[in-house]
């Protein structure tokens, strides 16, 4: 079993910079303003060679449960209720405050173990809030510096002794093939605000784990949960990552909405697979398209989820509209899956991880190089390559190089003068032959090298 350790404190005191210094990555975001961290969000760290699971939560605050911030509240009640351990956060140069004593006394009644740490104690105006620590009754503070690293000497002898008494296991992850069943399918689910990406999160996982409300832009991390999906004949392990939404970039004017966006970038490059919810009433707005061209630019998977759909009236005629819209403006990913769903009442929910699972399927597809070589004599006779400035361009021989996507290599004379129009020509042709729908396909022209050269 793998030691869990939940860092909680109020507000800026700096759980998320030591959150980030234990996973060694920038993972959650870090700014001076408070409240910045709203949902809790787990990663595996290490000081040593102790390894454990840490948790980085809201910050504690007295608000009433409806409230946004009691709704945080409640993300760092869970968070304690789950771990092992409690890091209990202060800021050693603003000293104890009531806060820190009225959540003191909460975590001394939860009887979990707890490690009072006193962070910013990088310099001597820190140490009468180093002393004030003691007042809270939770032992000897730790003197420490998330920021620059001092004291984690000190954490790790603390938390040694626990994780032998709980058991630790710091076995480490073997790295799995594509489709060995034990790999996680990472797949990241973006938007614009509101569209209903964390209430569609937590309705796949059946539990309240992200932070939803009808206020926009409630998410601001890229949250990872690990989760099984049950299908037919086997269980899928999951990683699904909720992001923040993504405006237009004129309108994204703070650091911290800078920050967000940022970290749903970062989601869509580690995801394999990424669906594009909209919402059924404004489907396909010019935000819309620019998050779907990202995704495939970047060589992911892509499937829309087409929220709200409980709203609509006439189906029917909504899905030909919406599908017709979609052929037509993103023609780079011909055939995408379109998923309408209500991510409210959980209708339609049951299509969308296989159609999820299929495009994973051929974002993998590999073809064999005489299948290919066949169909491009094929495509070669059928519709030669035009003559530029009368010379004549011959593609003599094609390959698959890689998967992840799908990625061939042509060898092909005077390559840099083939139109775009045949380049597409192509790409169209092997998806249609070869089934591969949905995914990016790369196509790279290459010149064949010169026999005569060297002599």
């Not at 969000?41 to 939560?57: H, M, N, P, S």
């Amino acid at each position: 079993m793998s030691l869990k350790i939940a860092l909680v404190g109020r507000p800026n005191v700096g759980k998320s910079t030591l959150f980030n210094r234990l996973v060694g990555k920038r993972l959650a975001l870090v700014d001076d303003t408070p409240g910045v961290t709203r949902d809790r969000r787990e990663g595996e760290a290490k000081i040593g060679d102790l390894k454990f699971t840490v948790i980085d939560t809201p910050g504690l605050e007295e608000a009433p449960e409806a409230a946004l911030e009691g709704r945080m509240r409640k993300q760092t009640d869970i968070a304690v209720a789950e771990a092992d351990v409690c890091l209990f956060m202060i800021d050693a140069r603003a000293g104890v405050t009531p806060l820190d004593q009225a959540f003191g006394a909460l975590l001394r009644a939860s009887g979990k173990p707890v490690i009072l740490l006193a962070n910013k104690s990088e310099n001597a105006a820190s140490e009468a809030g180093v002393y004030d620590a003691y007042a809270l009754g939770l032992g000897d503070p730790i003197p420490v510096s998330a920021e620059h690293g001092e004291g984690m000497a000190e954490l790790f002898m603390a938390l040694e002794p626990l994780a032998v008494e709980i058991g630790n296991d710091t076995e480490d992850d073997a790295e799995l093939a594509w489709d060995n069943p034990l790999k996680p399918l990472r797949v990241a689910v973006v938007g614009r605000p509101n569209a209903g990406k964390s209430t569609l999160v937590n309705k796949l996982i059946g539990e309240e784990r992200l932070l939803t409300g009808p206020e926009a832009g409630i998410t601001r991390d890229s949250i990872s949960i690990e989760w099984r999906w049950a299908d037919k004949d086997r269980e899928w392990p999951v990683k699904l990552f909720d992001t923040a939404g993504m405006r237009k970039k004129s309108r994204v004017q703070s650091k911290l909405e800078k920050l967000s966006v940022a970290d749903s970038l970062r989601a869509i490059k580690f995801a394999e697979v990424v669906v594009l919810l909209l919402d059924a009433e404004a489907p396909f707005e010019k935000q819309d398209l620019q998050i779907a061209d990202l995704a495939l630019r970047e060589g992911r998977a892509l499937v829309i989820a087409v929220n709200k759909w409980d709203l609509m009236e006439d189906r029917d005629t909504a899905m030909k509209a919406i599908r017709e819209k979609c052929d037509r403006l993103l023609p780079q990913a011909p055939g995408v899956p379109l998923v309408p769903l209500s991510a409210k009442t959980g209708a339609g929910l049951n299509r969308l991880m296989p159609a999820v699972t299929h495009v994973y399927v051929d974002w993998n597809a590999r073809v064999k190089t005489p299948d290919l070589n066949d169909w491009l004599a094929e495509a070669v006779a059928k519709h030669a390559p035009p003559a530029v400035s009368g010379q004549r361009i011959k593609i003599r021989y094609i390959a698959q190089t890689k998967t992840r996507p799908p990625t061939f290599v042509a060898q092909c004379t005077r390559a840099e003068d083939l139109p775009e129009a045949y380049r597409r020509y192509l790409v169209n042709g092997i998806r249609d032959a070869f089934d591969i729908k949905a995914v990016p396909i790369r196509l790279i022209l290459k010149k064949p090298g010169n026999p005569y050269a060297k002599k």
